[in-house]
């Protein structure tokens, strides 16, 4: 039997971040969990912009709605990891022979990087007509607008759920705006207490309301997704 000579167990393969000065430990603790994330590591082995990418493709594999064909409007879109994914699973670039051609509109506050299949702009959402300037851009209504937002952390966890309900409120409202009958919308939440009124809008909106955690949300994270099919118009 070979001998091991690296001088190493098993248990020694988590890579260890030491405190440097002037970081936080919070921001020591972060980076040590991102190096020893496996979402991450796949990310940059299979080329995704951020482990996110893994989250929306779960979702889409669950409940189907990136089918060839659709019309998706993607808010909040950088670094674009969820446009990588929708792009092939619509069919943005026509690769899929005798499939319908998807089309892709990537927003953000931010400039993106440019990707093949998306068109993506930097637009305030909120914005007074966002919802007619991004259904003119996509040349009809949307059969699909999802988000991946999130407000900035203020470090306080009630405080910081208030703010992604209240964001999230404000993208289902351009979702009605923007969204064809029988439309999705899939946005993150995070789990808090403060997200009823946010369901009960929905479930009048939309046939079904699912409310999802996908194995690539880290698991000591609030973090869910609600996923709303079946748009009333």
Same mark, same amino acid.
């Given at each position: 039997?070979?001998k091991?000579t690296?001088?190493?167990?098993?248990?020694?393969?988590?890579v260890k971040?030491?405190?440097a000065?002037g970081?936080k430990l919070?921001?020591?603790?972060?980076?040590?969990?991102?190096?020893?994330?496996?979402?991450v590591?796949r990310?940059?082995?299979?080329?995704?912009?951020?482990r996110?990418?893994?989250?929306?493709?779960?979702?889409?594999?669950?409940?189907?709605?990136?089918?060839?064909g659709?019309?998706?409007?993607d808010?909040?879109?950088?670094?674009g990891?969820?446009?990588?994914?929708?792009?092939?699973?619509?069919?943005?670039?026509?690769?899929?022979?005798?499939k319908?051609?998807?089309?892709?509109i990537?927003i953000d506050?931010?400039?993106?990087?440019?990707?093949?299949g !998306?068109?993506?702009?930097?637009? =305030?959402?909120m914005?007074? %007509?966002a919802?007619?300037?991004? +259904?003119?851009?996509? *040349? $009809?209504?949307?059969?699909?607008?999802?988000s991946d937002?999130?407000?900035?952390?203020?470090?306080?966890?009630?405080?910081d759920?208030?703010?992604i309900?209240?964001?999230?409120?404000? !993208?289902?409202?351009?979702a009605? =705006?923007?969204?064809?009958? %029988?439309?999705?919308?899939?946005? +993150?939440?995070?789990? *808090? $207490?403060a997200?009823?009124?946010?369901?009960?809008?929905?479930?009048?909106?939309?046939?079904?309301?699912?409310?999802?955690k996908?194995?690539?949300?880290?698991?000591?994270?609030?973090?869910k997704?609600?996923?709303?099919?079946?748009?009333?118009g």
């Open positions: 039997m070979a091991n690296s001088g190493r167990g098993q248990r020694d393969l988590t971040v030491k405190t000065r970081r919070s921001s020591t603790r972060w980076l040590q969990r991102q190096l020893n994330d496996p979402y590591k990310a940059q082995a299979e080329g995704f912009r951020g996110a990418a893994f989250k929306i493709m779960e979702l889409d594999d669950k409940f189907r709605f990136l089918v060839p659709a019309r998706v409007v808010l909040g879109c950088a670094p990891g969820w446009l990588q994914v929708a792009v092939p699973r619509i069919n943005a670039l026509g690769e899929k022979k005798g319908a051609v998807g089309r892709i990537g506050l931010q400039e993106v990087e440019p990707l093949p !998306a068109e993506i702009h930097q637009l =305030d959402f914005s007074d %007509g919802d007619e300037q991004i +259904k003119d851009w996509l *040349g $009809g209504p949307a059969d699909v607008v999802m937002m999130a407000a900035a952390s203020s470090g306080h966890k009630q405080t759920h208030l703010r309900i209240a964001l999230c409120e404000t !993208a289902a409202h351009l009605f =705006d923007v969204l064809d009958e %029988g439309g999705t919308f899939v946005a +993150k939440v995070l789990a *808090g $207490g997200e009823g009124e946010l369901q009960k809008l929905l479930k009048q909106k939309f046939d079904k309301v699912a409310n999802v996908p194995p690539a949300s880290r698991a000591d994270s609030s973090e997704f609600v996923v709303a099919t079946g748009f009333r």
